[in-house]
């Protein structure tokens, strides 16, 4: 079966590190390579978080490349309050033993490209910052990205960043501007969807008899969820991961295209994702937008990822990681 090669763009951020698990146990993806976008916290403990996970998996075959610090115009803005000091404040995950790789997670992607005898599917789950450098830099390269499937925005509820926008496409709106004008197809997995593809605070309990992988799910949901469960969510959405799951079985999700513009104006409104869900101004469809899923598919999707996971646990002696 031809894997999907894909590079992951990440700030860990306990629903990206459930994303990269995901991603790294399934037989469907190649995973190229990981890299960091400052969003839940600074660039230093995204990207230290990023090893982390892959270090706690056996994986040090995959390379972590470090992405730029700061959005493209607008000032950091880190969501502590939510995945705490470290940016994965719970479990205890080891020091990476194997160095982040020297180019920029921009030459690095760009080099992925380059090299890929394929189109390569692009997966951001933190402030598209990176991504929008990638494109304005190296715009040849754009014929060899296949799609960018993204975690972002919302086009009906919700909102986790400032007013009516999601923190993703609030924290460099600019960078979202350049991705969602750029052409490139896009998935759009906003809140509208991933607020409601939540592991159960009842369900944890699977995840922690489900390996030692699992009880890394189990802690990471436990220290993610704990705002959630203090107003009253019944479980623990795990935003980043829905891209991830939608690139293993595109069937767990309701998808509709639309056309999707950023706000750059707006007073109470920056940084929103304008969705036009039925059409009516006519622009042409950008992007095609997660409007529901099939919650119990995917937590057993997550569950059996664990089991996916602990089979590469154990690599590490193999590779040095740099690739
Ligand atoms: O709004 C949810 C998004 O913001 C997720 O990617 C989460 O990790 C945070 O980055
Ligand atoms: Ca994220």
Redesign the pocket.
């Known amino acids: 079966m031809n894997k999907i090669p894909i590079l992951m763009d990440?700030?860990?951020?306990?629903?990206?590190a459930i994303a990269i698990i995901l991603a790294l146990s399934s037989e469907k993806l190649n995973v190229l390579g990981i890299t960091t976008a400052c969003?839940?916290q600074t660039i230093e403990k995204t990207t230290k978080n990023a090893q982390g996970i892959c270090e706690f998996l056996g994986r040090r075959d995959v390379p972590v490349a470090q992405g730029r610090k700061a959005p493209l115009l607008t000032p950091v803005y880190t969501?502590g309050i939510?995945?705490g000091e470290s940016g994965l404040d719970g479990p205890q995950l080891p020091e990476p033993a194997v160095p982040l790789q020297e180019e920029s997670a921009v030459v690095f992607m760009a080099r992925k490209l380059e090299e890929s005898g394929e189109p390569v599917t692009l997966v951001p789950?933190?402030?598209l910052t990176n991504i929008a450098v990638l494109l304005l830099c190296y715009p040849h390269l754009i014929q060899k990205i296949d799609r960018i499937v993204l975690?972002?925005g919302s086009v009906v509820s919700g909102c986790?960043?400032r007013g009516a926008s999601?923190?993703?496409i609030m924290v460099d709106p600019y960078a979202a501007d350049i991705v969602f004008t750029s052409g490139i197809p896009i998935v759009m997995m906003g809140?509208d969807v991933?607020n409601f593809t939540t592991i159960g605070f009842d369900e944890k309990e699977k995840f922690r008899r489900a390996g030692r992988v699992g009880a890394l799910v189990a802690d990471l949901a436990d220290y993610f969820g704990r705002g959630f469960e203090m107003v009253g969510w019944c479980g623990v959405?795990v935003?980043?991961a829905c891209t991830i799951a939608y690139l293993i079985d595109p069937t767990l999700f309701t998808m509709r295209e639309m056309n999707v513009r950023i706000d750059l104006s707006g007073e109470f409104t920056m940084g929103s994702t304008v969705g036009d869900s039925y059409g009516v101004e006519g622009r042409e469809a950008n992007a095609l937008v997660g409007l529901a899923s099939d919650r119990e598919r995917f937590v057993e999707l997550l569950l059996g990822a664990g089991a996916g996971a602990e089979k590469g646990a154990g690599r590490n002696e193999q590779n040095s990681g740099l690739n």
């Open positions: 990440c700030d860990p951020g306990h629903d990206d969003g839940n969501a939510a995945h789950t933190g402030p975690m972002g986790s960043g999601e923190f993703n809140l991933t959405p935003h980043d």
